[in-house]
């Protein structure tokens, strides 16, 4: 079985240049996360898709980042414009479900550097 | 507010020795929790869990954890580690509905 594919695998940009990053998640998995690794940090969740629709996003600075999953499936993860302290590693995660039982599966992470 | 404690950012210990890795919780509900590895430049990956039932968990890899709702806390062992043990580990409570809140990670390192 396939795991949680991104890319790209590492990005580098100058402050207020747009970004964007790519995940296919695992074939069948409904529910999609993207999380945010901030260097020294744990993960912290940006935003939870359950298939199309937006379950949590509290934690998604929106003024200046976005997602969307149109199809259910594949997710894109936008920043624009960038700043210096977005720099982490951007990881996606899906699962079969949303109940808490359900594994969540990672992928490798994009690397952002903004310079 | 929910979050997640892990004690310790770097731990060392040698090939063979107990490894114990430190997590505590926040909320007086005890939310499901979680223990992630993740090595260089790779994913995180599910150690193991604890949902309901029994309050010792075994894992992967020899691991298991234990939770101790008195103490709030699911500290993770090893009885003997080994080199390929070598990675970062991280705790993750989750309080509703797969909303993870991850610790900020321990590096473990094994010694020859």
């Known amino acids: 079985e396939a795991g949680v594919a991104q890319s790209p695998r590492y990005k580098i940009i100058e402050k207020r240049q747009s970004v964007a990053f790519w995940c296919n998640p695992i074939?069948?998995?409904?529910?999609l996360y993207w999380y945010q690794q901030i260097l020294g940090q744990g993960p912290k969740l940006l935003i939870q898709f359950q298939n199309n629709g937006v379950v949590d996003d509290s934690q998604l600075p929106k003024d200046r980042f976005s997602a969307e999953r149109l199809k259910g499936v594949d997710s894109t993860l936008k920043i624009q414009p960038a700043k210096l302290e977005d720099s982490a590693v951007y990881l996606c995660?899906?699962?079969?479900?949303?109940?808490?039982?359900?594994?969540?599966?990672f992928g490798p992470g994009t690397r952002l550097t903004v310079l | 507010a929910q979050s997640v404690t892990q004690l310790g950012s770097h731990v060392s210990v040698s090939e063979g020795a107990l490894v114990l890795l430190r997590c505590n919780y926040s909320s007086s509900v005890p939310p499901y929790l979680f223990w992630y590895v993740q090595y260089p430049n790779q994913g995180l990956q599910l150690l193991l869990k604890?949902?309901?039932?029994?309050?010792l968990v075994k894992g992967i890899n020899g691991f298991e954890a234990e939770f101790k709702k008195s103490e709030t806390s699911f500290h993770l062992t090893k009885p003997s580690a080994h080199m390929s043990d070598a990675a970062e580990y991280f705790c993750?409570?989750?309080?509703?509905?797969?909303?993870?809140?991850f610790g900020s990670g321990t590096k473990l390192n094994v010694k020859p």
């Open positions: 993750a409570a989750d309080y509703n509905f797969n909303k993870f809140y």
């Open positions: 995660a899906s699962s079969l479900g949303a109940h808490s039982t359900d594994t969540q599966y």
């Open positions: 074939s069948g998995h409904a529910t």
């Open positions: 604890y949902t309901t039932g029994a309050t």
